[in-house]
Each structure stands twice: as structure tokens, then as C-alpha cells.
């Protein structure tokens, strides 16, 4: 059994990624935020919590991520600050988790010799597209602190790649969505408003995005992590598609039997030049890569999102703005 790390373990996509690498037959470390409360956050509700071991720490101290890599040969690091308007408010914040964060993991893997080291990007770092489908060779544009720092970490880590050898893969997952995502994001954003029967108070309804089902995005990881070959390169995650944010939501409208109200929320729209316009993946070089092939469309994967936030609801303050 391959044992692995997996840090940012309690959080949307890293849970779904814990339960897959225990399917894997992976010997799952997880990592998750240190707090007085010993929280594991989703970690607490999946069925193959005995198969794993939990350890607290914090991806912004260095001893906490060495301590917790030792006896790994891969580490998967998704933890990080993810919300963009929050990177508005408190940008060191991200230099210190994002960047720092990511350092820690590059240098204890280089100490400790790690084969494998898988490291989360965004396709933030893109910015809006200036051709589509946005490829791997796209220019990085930092539109935000928060693609900012991702786009630091990802060249942090293939520095370490080139300068000391160390078998980096960078996976770039365009927009996750499913079971577990707080309402920071876009989709539960909607899903709980309209389950809730509330006006829909959304920003910029014209950008585009490319979503991916997170059971999917999880499985891309793992190809990635298979795959001799992304060893040294960025490889996007995406379906090849996209769709605007007001045909998203006109599709979920759709989909929950709700007519859609639509107003617009001033404190939900961003800055005019930090607004990414639009994000369309390329995902030729993971199909030829890997062996993965995406199981859900964006209906089919909307379906089991509503269906799950349903039966959840009571973990969304839907009348509030997540930054």
C-alpha cells in the first residue's frame, strides 16, 4: 500500500479525495487544521474514517508539516485559502498559507525524500482567457491576491522541481463543485437560495466558467499522481466546456422546479479588473496523460449536488454573503 498525505484533508475536495485513496488501497495520512475543538470537518462523516489516520496541524508551520510527512512517499497538498473576495480583505493572510504554506510541503519533501509530490493549482491563475480553450502554455495573469499567491506556489514548486530534482506535478483543477462545498462558491450559492425559496442574489452574472464534478476532480488527482509522465508539468483539470453564471443558474432553476428571481447583490461583484471573465479548460494533455475520463456531466453532476445540499441545508446560512 502506497501511504500518502493528504493535506487540506477536511475541507470540500480533499475529504472526496481521502475517500478515494482509501478505495485506491492508499494508507491515507490526513492532515487537517489544528483547533482547540480537535474538528476534522467532512472527515467526520465518511465511513472510511477507521481506514485513516488524523493528524492536526497547521500548513503554515513547518514543523507540524515535516512531523506529518514522515513515513509518506506522496503527499497530495490542497490545503490553502480559497476564497478570492477574502483575499481582498486580508491578502498576507493567503502569502502566508498559499505560498509559505506550499514551501513547507516543497522543503519536507525534499528532506525527507518523498517520490511523489502533488501540488493544487487553480485555473485563477490563468485570469480571464485570452484565447479559449485555455491550455497549459496560457499566459499567468494575477487578478486577485489569491491567484496571486497560487501563482507564486506554483512557481515555487517547479523551481524545486529543476533546481533539486524533486518529482513535483502540478494539477490545475478549473471550477469544482458537489457535496461538501460551502457557500462561498457559486453552486451551492444558488442551490440554497432557490431550495430555500429566497429571491436569487447573485454578482456578475456574464462570466464563464468550465465546472467539474469534485468526485471527478478527485479522480483526476489520482491519475496525476499515477502518471511518470506530469512529473515536472501543470496539467489542467476541466470538462472542455463552459456556461455563464445566468445559465448556470437558469439550468438549477431548472433542475429544483424553482422560478428564477434574479437580483443583483452590489457586495457580491468584484472589483471591475479582478473579475475573470472567463475560464474554458483544455484538457487535452490530462486525456493524454492519463487514463481519466470524467462519469458526470454538469446535469447529471448538478443532480446529486441538489440532492445532497437538500438534505444538508441546514449547513448553509443561504440570507448571508461567504467570502
Known sequence: MM???????????????????????????????????????????????????VVSGDIRDYDSVYSAMKGCGTVFHLAALIGIPYSYISPLAYIRTNIEGTYNVLQSARELDLENIIITSTSETYGTAQYVPIDEK?????????????????????????????????????N?????????????????????????????????RDFTYVKDTAAAFIEICKSDKA???????????EISIGDLAALIGRLTGS????????????????????????NGKILSLTSWKPK??????????????????????????NV
Open 231 to 241: 512529473i515536472g508539468r501543470v496539467t489542467n483539470v476541466g470538462m472542455n466546456s
Open 138 to 174: 496560457h499566459p499567468l495573469v494575477g487578478q486577485s491576491p489569491y491567484s496571486a499567491t497560487k501563482i507564486a506556489a506554483d512557481q515555487l514548486a517547479l523551481s524545486y522541481h529543476k533546481s533539486f530534482n524533486l518529482p513535483v506535478k502540478i494539477t490545475r483543477p478549473f
Open 259 to 282: 422560478e428564477i428571481n434574479l437580483n443583483t447583490d452590489p457586495q457580491r461583484i468584484r472589483p471591475a479588473n479582478s473579475e475573470v471573465e472567463r475560464l474554458w479548460c483544455d
Open 176 to 208: 469544482t463543485y458537489g457535496p461538501r462545498q460551502s457557500a462561498r462558491a457559486i453552486i451551492p450559492t444558488i442551490i440554497s437560495q432557490l431550495i430555500n425559496g429566497e429571491k436569487l442574489k447573485l454578482g456578475n452574472i456574464h462570466p464563464t
Open 296 to 321: 458526470h456531466d454538469l446535469e447529471s453532476g448538478l443532480t446529486e449536488t441538489i440532492d445532497w445540499i437538500r438534505d444538508n441545508l441546514e449547513t448553509y446560512k443561504h440570507t448571508l454573503y
Open 3 to 53: 501511504k500518502c498525505l493528504i493535506t487540506g484533508a477536511a475541507g470540500f475536495i480533499g475529504s472526496h479525495l481521502v475517500e478515494l485513496c482509501v478505495k485506491n488501497n492508499f494508507q491515507v495520512k490526513a492532515f487537517v487544521h489544528y483547533n482547540s475543538r480537535n474538528s476534522w470537518g467532512w472527515l467526520e462523516n465518511l465511513d472510511c474514517i477507521k481506514d485513516i489516520e
